[in-house]
C-alpha cells in the first residue's frame, strides 16, 4: 500500500474514540461498525441515551444491535427517531405498509436485494440518510447471510492526491433502471434517475467521501463512454478488493443493523440458496448529495 493511504489508514484508526456512559460500544473493525450493548430498543430511549447512539453512528457509520425483540412498531419507532421514514415506493409486507420493506428470500428467489456493492436509492434526488435491517430468522443451517459495509471516507482517503483532485468537481448519473437489469419493474414503478458529485462531504460530519457505487451509477457525466468506464471500473474495484475498508456483521436471530446510507456502501452475500432468510427494513429520509 502506498505511503499516502497508509498515512490515512493511520489517522484514521489511532483518533480518539469517544466515550459513553450509558451504552456499551465495541467496535468490528478499527475502520467501521461497532456492536451497541445494553439497550432494549422496544422500549423508549432517553435523551441521553439517544445522544450517545447519535454519537457512535457517527462515529462507527454501522451499528449492530443483536438479542432484539421488535414489533414493526418498535422498529418505526426506533426508525422515527433519527428523521422522517422513507415511503417505499414498492413493499412486500402483508399489511402494505409503505414504510416496511419485507426482504425474504427462499428457495424459490431468483434473486436477492442487495448482491452487488451499493448505498440504498443513490439514483433518487435524495437518497436515504440511513437503513434499519432487522433480521428475524436468518437461513435455517445457522450461518450465512452476512452483510459486508464499506467505510467511503476512507475509500477517498486512499485516493492518490492528483485522483483526488481529478474526481473533485465531477458528476455521476445514478439510474434505477441498473438493478432491474433482467427483469422488468412493475408498471407503477417510477425508475428514478439522479445525477450527484462524484465526491461529497457528509451532511452532519462534513468529511469528504467517494459517491460512485456499482448498484446504480452508469456514467460520469464529463468523460467519454470509454473513459467513464475504465474510472468507475477502478474506483467500483477498489471497494470490492480491499478489505481494509470493511467490516463483515453475521446475522443472528432478532439483530438490527443500522447503517449511514450517506457513507457507506454494502454488500449482501447470498451464500444460503436453497435455504430462507426472512428480515424487513426502514430507511430514514435524506437530503441531496453535496460537493
Known sequence: MEQFALDAVERLTTRPRAVYDTIGVDPLTPVIGAEVSGLDLSKELSDEQLDEVRRAFLEHHVLVFRDQELSPADHKRFAGYFG?????????????????????????????????????????AEPALGSMLYVTHPPEIGSGGDTLFANMHLAYDLLSPPMKSFLDGLTAVHDGL?????????????????????????????????????????????????????????????????????????????????????????????????????ARRISINGGRPRA
Open 84 to 124: 422522517e421514514l422513507r415511503q417505499m415506493p414498492l413493499t412486500g409486507t402483508d399489511d402494505g405498509d409503505p414504510a416496511i420493506l419485507d426482504l425474504t428470500a427462499t428457495k424459490e428467489s431468483r434473486y436477492v436485494a442487495g448482491e452487488d456493492w451499493h448505498s440504498d436509492g443513490t439514483a433518487d
Open 178 to 278: 441498473i438493478p432491474w437489469q433482467g427483469y422488468t419493474p412493475p408498471p407503477e414503478y417510477v425508475v428514478p434517475k439522479s445525477e450527484h458529485p462524484v465526491v461529497v462531504r457528509h451532511p452532519e460530519t462534513g468529511r469528504k467521501l467517494l459517491y460512485v457505487n456499482g448498484g446504480f451509477t452508469s456514467h460520469i457525466a464529463q468523460l467519454s463512454r470509454g473513459e467513464s468506464r475504465a474510472l468507475l471500473d477502478l474506483l467500483f474495484g477498489l471497494v470490492a478488493r480491499e478489505p481494509l475498508l470493511s467490516c463483515r456483521v453475521r446475522w443472528a436471530p432478532n439483530t438490527l443493523v443500522f447503517w449511514d446510507n450517506r457513507c457507506t456502501q454494502h454488500h449482501a452475500i447470498w451464500d444460503y440458496y436453497p435455504h430462507s432468510r426472512h
